[in-house]
């Protein structure tokens, strides 16, 4: 029987209490969204698509640079939250199992996919949607839990993908897929990209008096978050 983690809106049983702590959190508001963001550059004027867009945190902040925002989620109470904090956007439930039937080719500039690569069993499916859905000359920006600090966390073969379960600090639980930095990278190379930039950020030094410890160890560990900045491979 093959794993999956399958087809649950997971983040749909605790969404207002996740908007509520990623609104300022370290790991969310000072770590993640700042990385990904700087590796987006600038968006003013450009359409942007916001895959797994939770409750409209990082939609916010781009509306707010400029951009025009599609944004999707799996989680209906996650698009609820979206559409109430970004009326400019337009969001939809989506689950990235489907395909994006209802965008063209070539119809977005940018596409932010943050923390949420590993909740989707066919990846590769699912970044060639977002690879014919980007224009040529655009680009994909995908962050993810960092394969180092998951192998620390859990152990296990590093080189062996598998899904795990874990109950985080809130009491949330959740189920996701355990991938080497080598199988996102060949995940994207199949669905034609090319990784042009791979940052493994640091928090940013003014958060740090919101939990010291875990902004000391992120400045010193890899077992935060990484991000990826992807571009269409011209040659396929």
């Not at 073969?157 to 899904?163: A, D, L, Q, S, T």
């Not at 939990?211 to 077992?223: I, K």
Request: glycine share 6%; proline share 8%.
């Amino acid at each position: 029987m093959v794993e999956v983690v399958g087809s649950d809106p997971q983040y749909d049983r605790f969404a207002d209490e996740f908007a509520e702590h990623a609104r300022d959190g370290l790991y969310n508001a000072h770590y993640d969204r700042p990385a990904c963001l700087d590796l987006l550059g600038p968006v003013a004027g450009r359409r942007v698509l916001d895959v797994a867009c939770g409750p409209g945190l990082y939609a916010e902040e781009l509306v707010r640079r400029g951009a025009s925002v599609i944004g999707l989620d799996h989680s209906p109470r996650m698009v609820e939250l979206s559409r109430q904090r970004v009326p400019a956007g337009e969001f939809r439930v989506h689950d990235l199992a489907d395909p994006l039937d209802w965008l063209p080719d070539a119809s977005v500039d940018l596409v932010l996919f943050a923390l949420a690569v590993e909740y989707v069993d066919d990846r590769v499916a699912a970044l060639r949607e977002l690879r014919r859905v980007l224009r040529p000359d655009g680009a994909l920006v995908l962050s993810r839990l960092h394969p180092t600090g998951d192998w620390l966390r859990h152990g296990g073969n590093y080189f062996e993908p598998r899904i795990v379960e874990e109950v985080w600090s809130r009491g949330w639980r959740v189920r996701f897929w355990l991938m080497p930095l080598e199988r996102t990278c060949e995940e994207l190379h199949e669905a034609g990209f090319l990784v042009e930039r791979l940052r493994e950020p640091r928090p940013a030094a003014e958060a740090a008096h919101l939990d010291p410890t875990a902004h000391a160890r992120l400045l010193r560990e890899p077992v935060g978050f990484l991000a990826i900045r992807a571009v269409p491979d011209p040659r396929r």
